[in-house]
């Protein structure tokens, strides 16, 4: 009798478990003092490491090229999981898959969610001609990140758990914090400034990553993917339309999104399509650079 694919992914997952368990008890760590924290996405690698300094090492499970809504851990990843101190989530659909898995191998890991406490949007679809963005029914923007304003409670958020994990080094972690929220407000004060003169206050994206960092400074977000979609031709024309109401000419394309409906409508629209990436490491400098594009400057 033939078996199920099912039943081998399963055996194989029980014997890489079994794996696991036997190295990460024959390894101790080698420096109990550094906390080794996972992230879902890279900016809040950025966040964890900028906070917790020397005494943390911070690792994102999304690197670049991939996308986040679809993304598969890879067993590399997996297995240093197993030996993580914290692994910080954001959202975004990999990781309620992921982390029953992760907390059956390493039951002292802390799940800390970068949700709790902010105020959540919900994940917008395209605009359908009445100038409201539509909500994707009962799904919440995992994009955090994007915020200056919502990184500084993020941070804080990592701050006080790594003084609970390390209370030892509490003043670096204080100290620490203390420099990153001083970056955020200057580039909050920066950016607040650049869209105060500003004539252009929509802008278009393929994927809608940018939400809150559009609701932060008084933006408009249209999106041309629509619920994880490439537009159809009606919708396609409908954009267009949008676009050319708004005097949009950049579009903001993610680097692993395909850029074709991009293209239609940069070419109808008679603007070009620009890759802007929410999930770049350097996100003090991505943000303004993005900010720039926005605002239409050179």
Known sequence: ????????????????????????????????????????????????????????????????????????PSARQIAELAQADIFVRV????????????????????????????????????????????????????????????AKQMAAQLRELFSELRPVHKAEFEKNYAAFVADLETLDKELSARFAKTGQKTFMVFHPAWGYFADDYGLVQLSI?????????????????????????TILVQPEFSQRAAEQVAKAIEGQVVAANPLAYDYLENLRQVSRLIAGEK
């Open 1 to 72: 009798m033939m078996l199920s694919y099912s039943w081998h992914k399963r055996v194989l997952w029980q014997a890489f478990v079994l794996m696991l368990l036997f190295f990460t008890q024959a390894s101790p760590a080698s420096d109990e003092t550094v906390l080794r924290v996972f992230t879902s996405v890279v900016p809040q690698q950025y966040f964890a490491q900028r906070v917790g300094g020397a005494f943390v090492k911070a690792e994102a499970l999304v690197q670049p090229g991939f996308s986040p809504e679809l993304y598969e």
């Open 91 to 150: 959202g975004m659909p990999f990781e309620e898959g992921l982390l029953p898995r992760i907390q059956s191998i390493n039951k002292t890991m802390r799940i800390a969610d970068a949700r709790t406490g902010l105020n959540l949007r919900k994940l917008e679809a395209h605009q359908h001609g009445d100038d409201h963005a539509h909500a994707v029914e009962n799904e919440l923007d995992p994009h955090l990140w994007t915020s200056p304003r919502l």
């Open 225 to 249: 993917e629509s619920e994880g979609k490439e537009p159809s031709a009606k919708t396609l024309a409908t954009i267009i339309e949008q676009a050319k109401q708004a005097k949009v000419k």
